[in-house]
């Protein structure tokens, strides 16, 4: 079953734009990643911001978690062309070590 | 990349042959896992292992096993390939509670 499930499906805007991503999650949770795919790629891991934390900063990267919402946001500010892909976010599920993806947000940045 | 190596990366066969993936790191990570990837469904856990000789079945295992005889590699089989199998398979490796690292996965067709 998905942990988490991104919002919106796809986004389409332009370069120097913010883009948001959310993620909403079932269970409780230690921490919870964002990934990067290009099309055609494997994943890539972007930012882990951990329960305890409400807000995480990566360059262009800004991550918020809400444990008592089961809700986190991936921000990317100044968007590039290059930041087209889809985004996903993932957290272990109940403690295991088995790490479950939500759908994804697929992100178009037009020049 | 973060060492890690899939093989063969494209892949046309037939119902009913039996197919093994191989999954090859050179990072000496504990964890190593094996997804497949699919329009409307995301990335979906298929196996995982958390040593040599350790696996554990994840949300879509039926069809599917794997082996890991040594540290470095991780092999999925599909017994008697069906066409519900033809998908993008990714395989990742990780360390205790770290994120994932994925390898840039194995398109397969099961025609």
């Known amino acids: 079953s998905q942990q988490g499930e991104e919002d919106p499906q796809a986004l389409s805007i332009q370069e120097g734009e913010n883009a948001t991503m959310n993620c909403s999650y079932k269970?409780?949770?230690?921490?919870l990643q964002w990934y990067r795919q290009n099309s055609g790629r494997g994943l890539v891991h972007l930012i882990l911001?951990?329960?305890?934390?409400r807000e995480k900063h990566s360059g262009r990267l800004r991550v918020t978690l809400d444990t008592s919402k089961k809700s986190s946001s991936l921000l990317i500010t100044a968007s590039r062309a290059a930041d087209t892909a889809s985004y996903f976010c993932?957290?272990?599920?109940?403690?295991?070590?088995?790490?479950?993806f939500g759908k994804g947000t697929k992100l178009t940045v037009n020049p | 990349d973060a060492g890690i190596t899939q093989s063969p990366r494209h892949k046309v066969t037939e119902t009913g042959t039996p197919v093994t993936l191989r999954c090859h790191q050179t990072e000496n990570h504990r964890y190593m896992y094996w997804y497949r990837q699919d329009p409307g469904h995301g990335l979906r856990l298929i196996h995982y292992?958390?040593?040599?000789?350790?696996?554990d079945k994840g949300e879509v295992s039926d069809g599917y096993s794997v082996s890991r005889s040594k540290t470095e590699d991780f092999l999925l089989t599909l017994e008697s390939a069906t066409s519900s199998q033809t998908s993008v398979y990714f395989c990742?490796?990780?360390?205790?509670?770290?994120?994932?690292?994925f390898g840039d996965g194995t398109r397969l067709s099961i025609l």
């Open positions: 269970t409780s949770i230690n921490n």
């Open positions: 993932a957290s272990y599920q109940g403690g295991s070590e088995k790490l479950v």
């Open positions: 990742a490796i990780s360390d205790d509670g770290q994120p994932q690292h």
């Open positions: 292992s958390y040593g040599v000789k350790d696996t």
């Open positions: 911001i951990r329960s305890n934390e």
